[in-house]
């Protein structure tokens, strides 16, 4: 039996995370910030997460819809990312990110996650 009680508990993380990551998405994307596409993010073991920025005011949702780009990425992975305690680049150079489609998309969300960060105060590094 292989896995067993850790794919369960691994799977069960990344569902939080991804919960967590739509939460942090739906409080950055307000109705005055749009990214002007559909990013969807895939997170394998877990779901989607997509953005849709062509409607007004912004849609965050799980339902997976074609999109501009598509980033996959760990569920886990993207939450430290969005939470500002890991590089995407650094991410992105050792392979743990993939993008596919128009990259300009996803590079005009980090921008507006700082935006949120500096406002919150949270400190996330530049």
Same mark, same amino acid.
């Given at each position: 039996?292989?896995?067993?009680?850790?794919?369960i508990?691994?799977?069960? /993380?990344?569902? !939080?995370?991804?919960?967590?990551i739509?939460?942090? *998405?739906?409080k950055?994307?307000?109705?005055?910030?749009? &990214?002007?596409?559909? &990013?969807?993010?895939?997170?394998?073991?877990?779901? #989607?997460?997509?953005?849709?920025?062509?409607?007004?005011?912004?849609? #965050?949702?799980?339902?997976?819809?074609? /999109?501009?780009?598509? #980033?996959?990425?760990?569920?886990?992975?993207? *939450?430290?990312? &969005?939470?500002?305690?890991?590089?995407?680049?650094?991410?992105?150079?050792?392979?743990?990110?993939?993008?596919?489609?128009?990259?300009?998309?996803?590079?005009? *969300? !980090?921008?507006?996650?700082?935006?949120?960060?500096?406002?919150?105060?949270?400190?996330?590094?530049?």
């Amino acid at each position: 039996m292989a896995g067993g009680k850790s794919d369960i508990s691994a799977a069960s /993380a990344a569902k !939080r995370a991804e919960d967590e990551i739509e939460a942090i *998405l739906r409080k950055v994307f307000t109705s005055d910030l749009s &990214l002007g596409a559909v &990013l969807k993010f895939v997170h394998p073991g877990a779901g #989607v997460v997509v953005i849709d920025g062509r409607k007004v005011p912004n849609e #965050v949702h799980r339902r997976d819809v074609p /999109a501009d780009c598509t #980033v996959h990425v760990d569920a886990l992975l993207n *939450l430290s990312i &969005l939470q500002g305690h890991v590089d995407q680049n650094t991410a992105f150079r050792q392979g743990k990110i993939r993008i596919v489609g128009d990259v300009s998309v996803v590079t005009r *969300l !980090r921008p507006l996650m700082m935006r949120q960060a500096n406002a919150a105060g949270s400190g996330a590094r530049e």
